[in-house]
């Protein structure tokens, strides 16, 4: 059984960096064609992908973010890392981590989420 675990502050001042962490038992995030992805839904909207760290250790960023956003991965933990500088309120969301299967192109396992909230 794959799991996938989120952590990270619960509560982040503006302007601050927001760091949060996917553990995933079950399954090694080196494994072939797996993508290792961030996603965020903002209060009362609908989900915006952020990006992937991929099984090879590639990454990719949407656009919007690529200039404060960054994935990292410890593979001595089996975890991947979400960085994100400069945040502002427009950022609190629920953070979800998921496993993206190449072959079909679709999410077999996500994270619980973890609630993000910027505020002073």
């Known amino acids: 059984q794959v799991q996938l675990q989120e952590s990270g502050p619960g509560l982040v001042k503006p302007s601050q960096t927001l760091s949060l962490t996917c553990t995933v038992s079950g399954d090694s995030i080196t494994t072939n064609d797996t993508g290792w992805d961030w996603i965020r839904q903002f209060p009362g909207k609908g989900l915006e992908w952020i990006g992937y760290?991929?099984?090879?250790?590639?990454?990719y960023i949407i656009p919007s973010l690529k200039s404060r956003a960054s994935i990292s991965r410890e593979l001595s933990k089996n975890q991947f890392t979400l960085q994100l500088t400069s945040v502002t309120p427009e950022d609190t969301a629920m953070y979800y981590c998921?496993?993206?299967?190449?072959?079909?192109?679709?999410?077999?396992?996500w994270g619980q989420g973890t609630q993000v909230t910027v505020s002073s």
């Open positions: 998921a496993r993206l299967v190449y072959d079909g192109n679709y999410y077999d396992y």
């Open positions: 760290i991929a099984y090879s250790g590639s990454t």
